[in-house]
């Protein structure tokens, strides 16, 4: 049996809304509290309005006061170890730190755990931002 974490993400595929692409994700995102966000993949035929997973889980739980966040776990209806694309990402990080770590579902009771770090290296960030008006003053 996976984790709880990547079971409700497994279970948030139910809601996604894939009619172009066929490719269900799920996410679900726990707070520092322990609190559990989870979200689903929607898509539009114009693909970028389409939104993903990870984005609706944290616009959840930011929705809902929370911006401190322990663990995030991803899932796909085919169980291929999906991570965040690079948007979600830049999201992710707007919030989490470098270790924040990122569970992905390899199907059965395999996942694979990254460092947000480890994905998204030398991401945009308060201190990228001043750092470079710094330099244009």
Not at 10 to 18: E, G, Q
Request: net charge negative.
């Amino acid at each position: 049996m996976p984790d709880d974490l990547v079971q409700q993400a497994r279970d948030a595929l139910d809601s996604a809304y894939v009619p172009y692409s066929e490719y269900r994700v799920g996410a679900a995102l726990r707070t520092a509290d322990g609190t559990v966000f989870v979200g689903c993949n929607i898509e539009n035929a114009n693909y970028s309005n389409s939104l993903h997973a990870e984005e609706v889980a944290i616009a959840e739980a930011i929705k809902n006061g929370h911006t401190e966040f322990d663990r995030l776990a991803v899932s796909s209806g085919v169980r291929d170890g999906v991570t965040p694309c690079g948007m979600c990402r830049q999201t992710l990080a707007e919030f989490c730190d470098e270790a924040f770590p990122i569970v992905c579902d390899e199907g059965g009771e395999e996942t694979t755990e990254y460092a947000l770090g480890e994905l998204l290296p030398n991401t945009i960030s308060l201190d990228t931002l001043d750092a470079a008006r710094g330099r244009r003053e």
